[in-house]
């Protein structure tokens, strides 16, 4: 068993079923954990596994999973040299406590990925909006949310102030192929002329002799 799987079975051992699952994978190891019991795994991974560091937390979006949300936190340990994973799944319309009170670096995480996602952080001191503006609809960074978004702002000459509208878009232009750029353009890219004029362009592969 490598030293990350160790320290996995480790930590799932002193949490009991709190922990639902532990993978190493890429050579990081992950924690699947019970959002109920988010507080007691943080404090544990603080105080007796060390990891002092929040790296990181943020947010993924499943929309077919029951519970659509993974709020997801990245530890780091200097002294042992490790980082780890935690993943809490959420559902729609659920929240999650906030982990300030052990890592105070969460303040501005939670809000932003309230704001990207929706999901509110239970006890957090100032659960607003940090990245959207004021009275802004939807989460955009759910899977769901359009491209184009709801709104669009403009300076108003005759109002003179920045007024908000309805996006007005016309079909063809929410229509997308995926497509490369480079894939089925309609005409000769500079410098392409000169491989059709080749006398083994017909081969198929100019580096090919017939």
């Known amino acids: 068993m490598t030293d990350l799987a160790q320290t996995g079975e480790n930590i799932k051992a002193a949490l009991g079923g709190a922990v639902t699952s532990v993978t190493v994978a890429r050579g990081e190891l992950t924690l699947d954990v019970n959002a109920a019991d988010i507080l007691k795994v943080m404090a544990h991974l603080h105080t007796d596994g060390d990891f002092k ?19 997801v936190y990245h530890l780091l340990s200097l002294t042992r040299n490790e980082r780890i994973r935690v993943k809490a799944q959420v559902g729609e319309g659920e929240s999650i406590s906030s982990i300030i009170g052990v890592y105070p670096a969460a303040g501005w995480f939670e809000r932003e990925a309230f704001d990207m996602y929706g999901v509110p952080f239970t006890d957090h001191p100032d659960m607003r909006r940090i990245l959207t503006d004021y009275g802004f609809s939807g989460y955009p960074l759910r899977k769901d949310f359009p491209l184009t978004g709801y709104v669009e702002l403009r300076y108003d000459d005759e109002l003179k102030r920045v007024v908000y509208q309805p996006v007005q878009l016309v079909q063809e232009f929410r229509d997308f192929d995926f497509m490369s750029p480079w894939e089925g353009a309609p005409h000769i890219l500079p410098g392409d002329e000169k491989a059709a004029m080749a006398p083994n362009a017909t081969s198929g592969d100019p580096g090919k002799k017939p």
């Open 53 to 71: 560091i929040l790296v990181d937390l943020c947010g993924n979006d499943w929309p077919q999973r029951a519970r659509r949300f993974d709020i």
